[in-house]
């Protein structure tokens, strides 16, 4: 009986997570398939990503999708930082309430948010830029990377700050030598998921950037509806490749940023 | 010269008085226990003179120091931890050092105390291991060497020994007993295991719902309790209540409910018709077997009831109608045959091993 559970979970598991990896492999095989049509049989051939290699727009939203992701995961992760110390150290009135208000953005589709964001610019006078779109993206990593340091900073020993204190350690040294590298594992977790939150996102960008500035999945959003070539295959693969390097990187230090100390 | 006196010190967990005017001098170079059960603000009391709490009232010096708005960091301590707060992302010599680099000490007289210290608690060869690599007897050695290497005014230690295996502990009291004499270091430890405080202690308080119950040296509290409270905390008391029918000779004689005369040598002055507890330590009973027909004071008869037997020693566990259940301690191999469950036996002790204490009971 206990054999036949366990062997059940593992038929079970192994069905969840080929539901979603085969269709990433059919893509990716596609990727590298001769047809323009995505037929089978395979015909191994490259001429996808030559293409992509000479496809300006292409290439120019995916060096705008990885810049506004660069620059705003640091952001929003520096931000959140802060938050998450004032958070775990600091009693104040409302706190919890606070904390219960990081939850709803992380479920609130992005797609609401970014109109709601919409009309809060334009009723505040501010056309569409750059700077909007950035700001658009700061404000859906900021709960995602507050949680992640949080659950890191809940799992650190809060005596080992009174300790340093004990040995003569004033508080900016201890947050430099204690806090600070006991925490960092969380700090990066964050930057690797606020990076994935903002190179993802289709909605906010779609609805914030400029006339001119586009970013990947609204490249590929708009490929597609304009009539599908398998170079969007190929960068798909790229961005697959990519983003799941970070992924396991990640995720072996943080564990979602709970690995104890 | 690290004397530390507390004086009308007070803390509060929201109704609840953790510390509750508190007055207490500990001696310069003296080994001195909280000693109390759980909630009994022993804990609190060594948080507030390490700084980690600040007293809403009274007055905490120490050396001739006033200390109580001085922050943790300035107040030259050294503190072990119930569960050792090491660092884990340091090393065990990078942890020890810690400390004398707050202090700004160069490296190279940093180095050679963190090699004294390793040598002096037996850690010499784990210098480059990380807290989780270690036993935790060597954590508990790595967390007492940190603590001592800044040779600081005052060691505070909150129940240090608490997280070790009974074996171990018993081999790190004796080590820290010594080591202490040998440093001289004033050192304020927190327990609740009174073997412990009677172990290592040179006096201690007894604490109860955030007062002090008894300050005394160990052994002296455990033979001459004032409460009844503190009688029962630091070992098995057999006590009897009743009223002062007979002052004689120094001696007051109880007459108990059920009727019995109970006598105890005392130097304070009593009244008759007074209500008194009279409490005999179960070492300073002696049991006989059979029963005993003289009518005479501290004699009562009854049955062995249960015998726990530890090795070296037997609890014997005795009923005597119309008293609560008493236990008589006895060496092991003591006595001649046998004795059984069961069984009738007399006991009697002598007025002088017996202690009159307040009739109050146990709240």
Redesign the interface.
Known sequence: MKHLLRNTARVYIVLALGFIYVPLLIMMLNAFNQSRINQFPLVFDLVWFQKLAQNQRLIRATVNSLSIAAFTSVLATICATFAALVLARQQFRGKAFLQALLLPPMTIPWIILAVALLLTFFWLGISRSIVTLLLGHVTVQIPFAIIVISARLAAT?R??E??????????A?TFR??TL??MLPGVLAALIFTFAVSFDNFPISYFLAPAGVSTLPVEIYTAIRTGFTPEVNAISTLVFIVSAACALVGGREISFGVRS? | MSKVTIEGMSYHYGALAAVDDIALTIKDGEFFALLGPSGSGKTTLLRLI???LTPECGRLIIGDKEMQHV?????????V?Q?Y?????LTVEQNIA??LE??GMPRSEARKRVADVLALVQLIGLERRRPAQLSGGQQQRVALA??IV?EPRVL?LDEPLGALDRKLRAEMQIELRQLQKRLGTTTIFVTHDQEEAMTLADRMAVLRAGKIAQIDAPMHAYEYPQSRFVADFLGVANTFTGTVSALENGCVVLTTAAGDPISACSDQSFTIGQALAIMVRPERVILQKGSDARERVNTLNGYVSYISRTGASLLIHVTVEGYPPLTIFEQNGQRDGELHEGENVALTWLPEHARVLPAESET
């Open positions: 020993d005596t080992l009174d300790a340093a204190a004990s040995l003569g350690s004033r508080p040294r030598t204690i590298p006991l100390a | 390490a700084g980690f922050p943790v960091y300035a107040r030259d301590i050294g503190f931890f569960n707060a090491l660092f884990p992302h810690f400390g707050s202090r940190r603590a800044t505070l």
